[in-house]
């Protein structure tokens, strides 16, 4: 890791520009708190964070310590929602989603804001780390929910890091088929999974194509982005790019008619690879990354009612 990659979360941590000033209200996130848990998530130590595996576990405990310090609210006791797990790798039964929760004045329309933290284990004696996938979408939602339990939103917030993505979405399946909160009130979900690799300074925001009533909130957001924001990847025949809608936890609400906005970048040469490693990011472009999500779901939340229709 190059020092100006270490040094860089620091410096935006204590208020260093970058980029256009985001909205007033908008989450100051706490990059250098950021950086340390995407670290932590993606060492040797939590062995590739495999559903059902001791790796697993201990990324789960560093995510439950990491929310109980921060002072946020467990949406369900101690955090954890436990789902049975039947598929064809017999060494995972039990599956763990986390879940917490930041209360609004008005709790009758939620948003869900989410990310994986597993990934794909020790494949042939080697580490998949997936820092990028998912590491760092799970570390940006820790430093969201660090946020909003000090500064409560409009509308209420959930925080899901999900388990079980890789295997198949289960974890995110198993959330809405038993949810902790009625499915009604659940206006839209915001995920995140892969968001830290911007080789290209690109961040992409799937959505807008199902739920066009997203796109004026993410054109604004992407007019003062400190990164290239781009909508697509939504709908096979709209752009030319791949249809991204049924490959990350966003599948699992679409599926119920939950509107979504999905935020990830494209493959790149680590995609599921050992050497998806934090090494190979950029910090600033991840935190950059990150502030650009955080204006949008602070948009989001402020305009929630005018915006999102009520579900039927």
Known sequence: ??????????????????????????????????????????????????????????????????????????????YVQHFDVVWRDTSARDGVNVLSVARGADTSRIIVVSAHFDHVGVRRGEVYNGADDNASGTAAVLALAQWYAAHPPRHTIIFALFDGEEAGLRGSRAFLESPPVPLRRIAANVNL????????????????TPY???????????????????????????????DWISQSDQASFHDKGIPFVYFGVEDHPDYHRSTDDAERVDAGRYVAAVRTIADFIHRLDESLDKVVPRHR
């Open 1 to 78: 890791m190059s020092l100006r990659r270490f040094l860089l979360p620091l410096a935006l941590a204590s208020g260093a520009p970058l980029g256009a000033q985001q909205p007033s209200g908008a989450p100051v996130i706490d990059s250098a708190s950021m950086w340390q848990s995407f670290t932590a998530l993606a060492a040797d130590s939590m062995e590739g964070r495999r559903m059902g595996t001791a790796g697993n576990a201990r990324a789960r405990g560093f995510l439950v310590r990491r929310l109980t310090a921060a002072n946020v609210e467990p949406l369900v006791p101690g």
């Open 193 to 208: 999974d892969m968001v830290a690799r911007l080789d290209k300074n690109e961040l992409f925001a799937a959505g807008a």
């Open 212 to 242: 066009p009533f997203f796109r004026p909130l993410l054109r604004e957001t992407a007019r003062g982005a400190p990164v290239t924001l781009r909508l697509g990847h939504d709908f096979k025949q709209s752009d030319g790019l791949e």
